[in-house]
């Protein structure tokens, strides 16, 4: 379902040399496994004798009982809905082959042999096994495996097997030393459509090893734009010289998704989902990994149809509520402060060619805030005066106290050039130039003020010779909460690529790490100040009336929407799926529904907004410049996907 798929990672308890014991295991293993649901159950390399028997693999006695386990195991597979891929060393043609071995429905399905044998340190492989390239037949007949079985059929073999169900899920093997080579197999397959890769290994553990095995696997999945599935030997494996640590991992377009936690480990079943949706987008995507397959038209794969496999519902999948921001504290202040430092050099660039004097409109709010304090700290680093920068607060109809407070407050920390100009009379000029009646509380109402405030801020720059700094965040834009021409216009915006989510973080790491220590406690309580334009009357207490989520919905939600339509062009079906699991504890079906309605509808419809905002930096993965990452029509029409959404509360 949504492209999902269940991956097991089998790492059986060993016994070296015992292929009767091993074959029972490996069976109890998979039947594990399928319990548990699996598409694709992966065990080790030569997982069937053990990686260390080293000379026994010449003996006739051992090689005839990996015969038996394979029919025994192939066997066990008939009425599984699951594919197996388990490691075994088979005599082909008279050569020993260190094979990656695919079985389904009661065959072999194909056989991938290792193409580069390491033969240096403590591997002295080219004893025992010859390499895929010294194959001479792409095929072997199964009665050379299985001499008493009553029916024969060809297994393809080969480095270049990419495996295909019936239901389109591509998938190829390599093992383990091929990944550590400058050009893995795995490259190739990939080009030629492999999604997913396994790669069976028995990597002995070393100090630090394992931190390089997971860069190599992240890397691998990264380059590939592939799910890449990793399992490695476990500890009971012989000790007379090397010790194994059962390492298994999954990556996903670059970012570890699983891994066993144990640094020494074995007999074990893990079980995880990965979305090869997110692979199909990135293909689709990026045009350079499809330019990439030109290099490789010349190489010779083979296509190898398998029975469809039944796709995961994905509940193994880890679905995170904020996908901008790291679940993880110290990794979030990093981004936090990564991401301030990324907006200040980009706004310090701006201000260094256009005379290094700013005007930017201060409410007290988040947004504005942390656009503050990208243009105090851009202004210092270029070793100017605090007062180059002239902070313009205009409060009017829906200012409260707190909000003006805490603007004048923290401009006054800042060392700024401060200007309090009331529009409360403007406006209400403009609403008799109009004929719009000031009691009547409406869109006209509300923009008014902010174009005002805006046209204030314009005049301004001409008065104290400074660009205007936009304070509009990446979620206001994909919502078009802006007024065009009004605060959706400035001549940088600075937060134009931070979504709403990760603002209020990016201002609670500022203050954590003390970065504007005299403005500590007003930051703070920005902080904790709910998010509004304050365009309507406060309430009778004096506090804030018009709150921004109450009207167009929790912005965790709609960053969320934002990350999956943007990133990654999800279908709303599957969008609503991940946000009903995402935000479970928090939001219902018929709220997760409504939301995603509107962010459509808004998406849509507030384009020609997007069409022409001003330059700001890109921060992230997503952005929505139509200079950069996003080119839409203005008059597109939302149509079919409200119309999937509206099927999703049926």
Not at 26 to 52: D, Q, R
Not at 304 to 322: C, F, I, N, Q
Not at 589 to 595: F, G
Request: aromatic share 10%.
């Amino acid at each position: 379902m949504f492209d999902f798929v269940r991956i097991s990672c089998c790492v059986p308890k060993v016994a070296v040399a015992n292929t009767e014991k091993n074959t029972r295991d490996i069976i109890k293993k998979i039947k594990e496994a399928e319990a548990a649901k699996s598409n694709f159950i992966v065990f080790p390399e030569l997982c069937i004798t053990g990686y260390t028997c080293g000379d026994l693999f010449f003996q006739e006695r051992l090689m005839s009982g990996v015969n038996k386990a394979l029919f025994k195991i192939a066997s066990a597979t008939e009425n599984s809905e699951a594919v197996v891929v388990l490691g075994a060393p088979l005599n082909i043609a008279g050569q020993l082959y260190n094979c990656s071995v695919v079985l389904a429905k009661g065959k072999i399905i194909g056989i991938v042999p290792k193409t580069f044998i390491p033969n240096y340190n403590e591997f002295y492989e080219k004893r025992w096994f010859s390499s895929a390239e010294d194959l001479t037949e792409p095929y072997m007949n199964s009665k050379n495996l299985f001499p008493e079985n009553d029916y024969s059929y060809d297994i393809p073999l080969g480095s270049s097997l990419i495996f295909e169900t019936e239901n389109g899920i591509k998938f190829g093997a390599e093992i383990c030393e091929d990944l550590w080579m400058p050009v893995p197999p795995c490259i190739g397959l990939a080009l030629h459509g492999a999604e997913l890769i396994f790669n069976l290994s028995a990597s002995n553990e070393t100090i630090g090893k394992r931190t390089y095995r997971r860069d190599m696997v992240k890397q691998q999945s990264s380059k590939c734009y592939c799910a890449y599935a990793y399992v490695s030997c476990g500890t009971d494996e012989s000790t007379t010289d090397l010790i194994f640590s059962g390492h298994s991992l999954v990556a996903e377009n670059g970012t570890i998704t699983f891994e066993n936690k144990k640094f020494l480990d074995t007999d074990y079943v893990l079980t995880t989902d990965v979305d090869l949706g997110k692979i199909k987008a990135d293909r689709l995507k990026y045009k350079s990994y499809k330019d990439a397959t030109s290099l490789y038209q010349g190489d010779s794969v083979k296509f190898v149809k398998l029975p469809a496999v039944t796709e995961s519902d994905g509940m193994l999948y880890e679905v995170r509520k904020h996908p901008f921001i790291p679940s993880e504290k110290k990794a979030r202040i990093e981004r936090c402060l990564n991401i301030f430092e990324m907006q200040t050099q980009a706004l310090k660039k701006r201000l260094a060619i256009t005379g290094g004097r700013a005007v930017i409109g201060v409410s007290g709010g988040l947004d504005s805030t942390l656009a503050l304090l990208v243009t105090s700290a851009a202004v210092k680093q270029l070793g100017l005066p605090p007062t180059n920068i002239c902070a313009v607060t205009m409060p009017c109809f829906g200012t409260t106290d707190r909000t003006f407070h805490n603007a004048v407050a923290l401009m006054e920390s800042l060392g700024v050039t401060m200007k309090n100009i009331s529009i409360k009379e403007a406006c209400i000029q403009h609403f008799k130039d109009i004929g719009h009646d000031i009691n009547v509380h409406d869109i006209t109402y509300e923009n008014v003020q902010a174009r005002e405030r805006t046209q204030v801020l314009m005049d301004m720059s001409n008065e104290f010779g400074g660009i205007v700094v936009g304070t509009g965040d990446l979620s206001e834009l994909a919502l078009g909460w802006c007024t065009y021409c009004g605060d959706q216009m400035s001549m940088y915006g600075v937060n134009a690529g931070v979504p709403k989510t990760l603002v209020r973080w990016m201002i609670n790491s500022l203050t954590e790490n003390n970065v504007f220590p005299e403005s500590t406690e007003i930051l703070k309580d920005v902080a904790d100040t709910p998010i509004s334009p304050e365009l309507l009357p406060p309430d009778a207490e004096g506090k804030i009336a018009q709150k921004t989520e109450d009207v167009v919905g929790p912005y965790e939600l709609h960053d969320f929407f934002l990350y999956y339509v943007l990133r990654y062009g999800f279908s709303p079906a599957k969008i609503y799926c991940l946000a009903n699991r995402a935000f479970a504890e928090i939001y219902d079906k018929a709220t997760v529904l409504k939301w995603l309605k509107t962010f459509y509808k808004r998406f849509f419809t507030q384009q020609f907004k997007r069409s022409c905002m001003p330059d700001g930096v890109k921060i992230g993965s997503v952005c929505l410049s139509p200079r950069g990452d996003w080119r839409m029509p203005s008059d597109a029409e939302s149509t079919i996907w409200i119309n999937e959404v509206e099927t999703l509360g049926e």
